[in-house]
């Protein structure tokens, strides 16, 4: 199983990014996908995540209304669109794979972990 997050980079406030989450080794179908991010000097927090068995979505107060996750199961990826960025959104970004089809938010519920992609936000 391997989880490789790609489109990090540097952005003014205000602009978008989007992230991608490629998956090998198993199928969307099976398991709920979350994005989690972690700034310096600061714990790991649960951004996102989106089910696999509706695709439902759902998304911390932080990013709410700003961030939107979907997914290509035809390219077995996962997105994370990321609009309005803040300075606060700093920070390396990380997928990961669910122990099963049920999504959380609680870094233990989480099996498996790409290698995070860094996004900063700064004027």
């Known amino acids: 199983v391997q989880l490789q997050a790609s489109g990090g980079g540097s952005v003014q406030p205000g602009e978008s990014l989007r992230l991608s989450c490629a998956a090998s080794?198993?199928?969307?179908?099976?398991?709920?996908i979350g994005w989690f991010r972690q700034a310096p000097g600061k714990e790991r927090e649960w951004v996102s995540c989106i089910s696999s068995l509706d695709g439902r979505t759902y998304y911390a107060d932080a990013v709410k209304g700003r961030f939107s996750s979907s997914r290509d199961n035809t390219k077995n990826t996962v997105y994370l669109h990321m609009n309005s960025l803040k300075p606060e959104d700093t920070a390396v970004y990380y997928c990961?794979?669910?122990?099963?089809?049920?999504?959380?938010?609680?870094?233990?519920?989480?099996?498996?972990w790409g290698q995070g992609t860094l996004v900063t936000v700064s004027s």
């Open positions: 080794g198993f199928t969307l179908d099976y398991f709920a």
């Open positions: 990961a794979q669910a122990r099963s089809s049920s999504t959380s938010a609680e870094v233990a519920d989480y099996r498996y």
